[in-house]
């Protein structure tokens, strides 16, 4: 009987489905399995699922009405015949040697969770998930580390089936279902988990999946998931530290870590959903953000501090009529593309530090995606008086952008810290945005700088 099954969800489309399967029939051994899962997908994509199978020893197919991601895995689970499973999404790719390498992990180190490499392309800037990265050349990591704690929502992971036996497995949710399956089997469970640095999974999209994928959204039930979540995770911390040590302060070290992983968790959806959710989820996270620190010992506290400098921790824009009327930055588009505009926009609106009003040139409106155009902190000005009337109106510093090509996440966020004079925030933010760039292509080339 083979050690591990690939469990493919087919939420994609036909050829997202075939490029998956094609990158598991490529693999370097055939001593695996694969069970694709068809919940309420189209006609074609189905028989796509069934090709493979009729073609390949081992492949099978699952069929059943449309269901959530977490709830296909789940019934996937519990059809494999195998001691490993692992999934995949449509559109993903796994590398020759993944599924080789990842047998060999298993045998030896006979781990619960195996962490591979895990990259991401398609939408954006394509980089390494640095905390999976670090995890995939741990041969043996504590409940406790960080670099486990950080990466709870990624995916790239093999599990024991015992997992889906011990309980009922992924939740029923469109958000965070990673995180809480990968949260019950190291906290409930202690579950040993070991890193296979070379296997390599490749998404190629849903990047943002918590917060948009399927009609997810930012919701208030969506965000009340990561609340709990973090709930969760520390009193389960709690607990197990005072199981372990017969006491529990607070101020334990592994305690205040995981204190940090939850802030940095609301953190990144505070910034990446600031002008997609409403005021009163602001007031829900900044309640969240209160709720955490004040378990944080003041040397924590500092330290959180000097990480999110940026956030003016703790005083934030707390609501978007702040943000409209204390914008720190004055973005003038002075470009007219048609093509590219919407990426561009996506880059700002999802940045490490979104809180900019954007200027316009009038004769771009048609260029302006509907959803961006009815955004609050977006002016179209006249083409003929544009840097007049944009200079006029700015109440941040002005930033003059020439062309449509995405900003990195990192670069308003770095000049919103910088300490340089007013006059020179246009030279940084040229600078900033040739360096990124550069970055980027390094990247593509497969130098991951940082």
């Known amino acids: 009987m083979n050690l591990i099954t690939v469990a493919v969800v087919a939420n994609g489309s036909t050829e997202e489905l075939k490029y998956t399967l094609e990158s598991i029939v490529a693999q370097s051994t055939e001593d695996f399995d694969v069970i694709t899962v068809c ?16 073609e390949y020893v081992g492949f099978s197919v699952l069929e059943c009405e449309k269901m959530l991601i977490p709830q296909c895995r789940n019934l996937a689970a519990a059809n494999a015949k195998t001691e490993y499973i692992m999934f995949v999404d449509a559109g993903d790719y796994l590398a020759p040697e993944s599924i080789e390498k990842i047998i060999k992990t298993a045998e030896e180190k006979k781990p619960d969770i195996i962490t591979t490499r895990y990259y991401v392309s398609g939408e954006g800037e394509p980089y390494y998930e640095h905390w999976n990265d670090l995890l995939a050349t741990v041969s043996a990591a504590d409940r406790f580390d960080r670099a486990l704690l950080n990466s709870l929502e990624t995916e790239g992971r093999v599990f024991k089936k015992k997992f889906f036996d011990l309980y009922p497995g992924y939740p029923a949710s469109p958000v965070f279902y990673n995180a809480s399956f990968l949260a019950n089997c190291v906290f409930d469970y202690g579950a040993t988990a070991s890193g296979c640095a070379g296997a390599v999974y490749d998404r190629r999209h849903g990047v943002f999946a918590d917060g948009f994928a399927e009609g997810a959204g930012p919701a208030p ?7 709990n979540l973090s709930d969760y995770l520390l009193e389960s911390a709690a607990a197990i530290i005072k199981e372990t040590t017969g006491a529990f302060d607070g101020d334990e070290y592994a ?26 989820m602001l007031t829900g996270i900044k309640n969240a953000f209160e709720s955490l620190t004040d378990k944080m010992t003041e040397e924590r506290k500092k330290k959180i501090s000097e990480e999110y400098a940026d956030l003016r921790f703790p005083a934030m824009y707390m609501s978007h009529a702040d943000a409209v009327k204390m914008p720190l930055f004055s973005l003038m588009a002075d470009f007219n593309a048609k093509a590219g505009f919407s990426d561009f926009l996506s880059s700002l609106y999802v940045s490490r530090f979104p809180f900019f009003e954007l200027f316009i040139r009038e004769s771009a409106r048609e260029s302006v995606p509907e959803e961006f155009a009815k955004m609050p902190n977006i002016r179209f000005l006249p083409d003929k008086s544009f840097f007049t009337d944009a200079r006029a109106q700015a109440k941040g510093v002005p930033v003059n952008i020439k062309d449509a090509s995405p900003l990195d996440v990192r670069t308003l966020s770095e000049l919103s810290v910088s300490k340089a004079p007013r006059g020179l925030f246009q030279y940084l933010f040229g600078l900033k945005r040739k360096q990124y760039s550069a970055k980027t292509y390094l990247k593509r080339k497969g130098l991951n700088m940082r």
Request: glycine content about 8%; aromatic content about 20%; cysteine-free.
């Open 39 to 54: 919940g309420g997908t189209p006609d074609d994509v189905t028989a796509a699922a069934h090709g493979y199978a009729d």
């Open 221 to 227: 039930e969506n965000l009340q998931t990561l609340i």
């Open 255 to 280: 305690y205040q870590e995981l204190l940090s992983v939850s802030f940095g968790f609301v953190t990144d959806r505070f910034y990446r959903f600031f002008w997609y959710i409403t005021d009163e």
